[in-house]
């Protein structure tokens, strides 16, 4: 067994030698997709499938302030791992981000642009400029080649008035007049596009980005929770609305509670562990007086 087991490996490093050493044409080349192809077959290799991860984000730019809004829902593969999470994080003081992604991704992202573009208003002396912190952004993502899981939805008001801007975890970026991401963006541009029209009012706008965002959580099953929307108004002061709306609430609850007889679930395991014995504590001998010690000591 051992000298097929040895031959067999011999012939599989053979046949990818020759698979490698395969004269290449003109055009792109496949190299490694016939690699993984055959280190799947012959040796067995299960590569790691992609994690499907759950947001609905939303921006749109009304006649003199940006609104994002984004739902609650923090999952860890088929799990809830966090039902009130926030997914608008803090840029500048005019300029706030929507994430999708990979939470980690998302936060560290935009927590290291905030910290930056605090250095540079502090050496400027000036307000956070938008493309600042768009260029800043797309320049870190880039530098990943798409590793950081961060689609981000850049929003603020500067000098040059409310812009929204979408950015890709590789890197690249629209400016749009309004958007969203996430795995419930389907449902969302449905409500956005129908909705959304030029110089709306602010109300307006919050209305279309919150039924944008319950659009995502009613029909995503990565969505939920609850509501956040954030409002950045044209002279650079931020409006938070934390939980502004819960859109699936349990409609049906049992007033009494419920009860469930014993048995009701089955015990697979049961190991019983023996207690150890006391352990004895002896009383500790009295402190020496101070004149007693001193005693001692000479």
Same mark, same amino acid.
């Given at each position: 067994e051992e000298a097929n087991k040895q031959k067999t490996e011999a012939e599989a490093q053979e046949s990818m030698l020759e698979l490698l050493q395969q004269e290449k044409g003109g055009g792109f080349g496949f190299d490694l997709c016939a690699r993984n192809a055959f280190l799947e077959q012959r040796l067995g290799m299960r590569f790691p499938n992609v994690r499907k991860t759950g947001t609905t984000i939303v921006g749109l730019t009304t006649k003199d302030c940006v609104v994002l809004a984004a739902d609650t829902r923090a999952t860890e593969g088929p799990l809830v791992a966090d039902k009130n999470c926030e997914k608008i994080h803090y840029i500048a003081p005019n300029i706030h981000c929507c994430g999708a992604g990979t939470s980690a991704d998302t936060e560290n992202t935009t927590g290291l642009i905030s910290s930056k573009l605090a250095l540079h208003r502090l050496s400027t002396g000036r307000q956070s400029r938008i493309a600042t912190a768009l260029r800043m952004t797309r320049q870190h993502l880039f530098h990943y080649q798409g590793y950081v899981s961060a689609a981000l939805i850049l929003g603020g008001v500067d000098l040059h008035g409310p812009?929204?801007?979408?950015?890709?975890?590789?890197?690249?970026?629209?400016?749009?007049?309004?958007?969203?991401?996430?795995?419930?963006?389907?449902?969302?541009?449905?409500?956005?596009?129908?909705?959304?029209?030029?110089?709306?009012?602010?109300?307006?706008? /919050?209305?279309? &980005?919150?039924? !944008?965002?319950?659009? %995502?959580?009613?029909? #995503? =099953?990565?969505?939920?929770?609850?509501?956040?929307?954030?409002?950045?108004?044209?002279?650079?002061?931020?409006?938070?609305?934390?939980?502004?709306?819960?859109?699936?609430?349990?409609?049906?609850?049992?007033?009494?509670?419920?009860?469930?007889?014993?048995?009701?679930?089955?015990?697979?395991?049961?190991?019983?562990?023996?207690?150890?014995?006391?352990?004895? /504590?002896?009383? &500790?001998?009295? !402190?020496?007086?101070? %004149?007693?010690?001193? #005693? =001692?000591?000479?």
């Open positions: 812009q929204l801007h979408m950015i890709y975890p590789h890197g690249s970026a629209s400016q749009l007049p309004f958007a969203t991401m996430g795995s419930g963006s389907l449902a969302a541009t449905g409500v956005l596009e129908t909705y959304w029209k030029e110089g709306l009012e602010l109300e307006d706008g /919050v209305r279309i &980005a919150h039924d !944008a965002v319950c659009a %995502g959580i009613l029909n #995503d =099953m990565g969505s939920g929770g609850f509501v956040d929307v954030t409002i950045i108004h044209k002279d650079g002061t931020t409006e938070r609305r934390r939980n502004m709306d819960h859109p699936t609430q349990r409609t049906f609850k049992n007033p009494a509670g419920y009860t469930f007889p014993a048995g009701t679930t089955p015990v697979l395991l049961k190991e019983v562990f023996p207690a150890k014995k006391d352990a004895t /504590v002896e009383a &500790a001998a009295p !402190a020496a007086k101070e %004149g007693e010690a001193e #005693d =001692m000591q000479q």
